[in-house]
């Protein structure tokens, strides 16, 4: 497992941008997969993007896709998710996520390991 630390989230107006980062710790990380999911009040847990450690493949959901971007920087033990064109439909606490195989982060919502989350709002 790593330890995952979220930074990056706030208050920002509609149509605006925030980038998230979240840190590892690990000699390992460059192995792992890397996601990010996100939870509004009163809603699951729901997947938004991920990245692959072999290749470098990217999965985004279809309500984030065209806006969010994941990048990693296996140097820095870093992911991050570049978010622009926010909507109000995007405010929840942003959740960091972990994982030996892409699947347990695309296909199934059980990451090794997760993060303490980051709160975004986004206001209209």
């Known amino acids: 497992q790593v330890q995952l630390v979220e930074s990056g989230g706030g208050l920002v107006q509609a149509g605006g941008s925030l980038r998230l980062s979240c840190a590892a710790s690990g000699r390992t990380f460059s192995s792992y997969a890397m996601g990010w999911f996100r939870q509004a009040p009163g809603k699951e847990r729901e997947f938004v993007a991920a990245?692959?450690?072999?290749?470098?493949?990217?999965y985004y959901s279809d309500s984030v896709k065209g806006r969010f971007t994941i990048s990693r920087d296996n140097a820095k033990n870093t992911v991050y998710l570049q978010m622009n064109s926010l909507k109000p439909e995007d405010t929840a606490v942003y959740y960091c996520?972990?994982?030996?195989?892409?699947?347990?982060?695309?296909?199934?919502?059980?990451?090794?390991?997760w993060g303490q989350g980051t709160q975004v709002t986004v206001s209209s």
């Open positions: 996520a972990a994982d030996r195989s892409i699947n347990n982060l695309v296909v199934v919502i059980t990451p090794g390991s």
């Open positions: 990245i692959d450690w072999i290749v470098g493949s990217t």
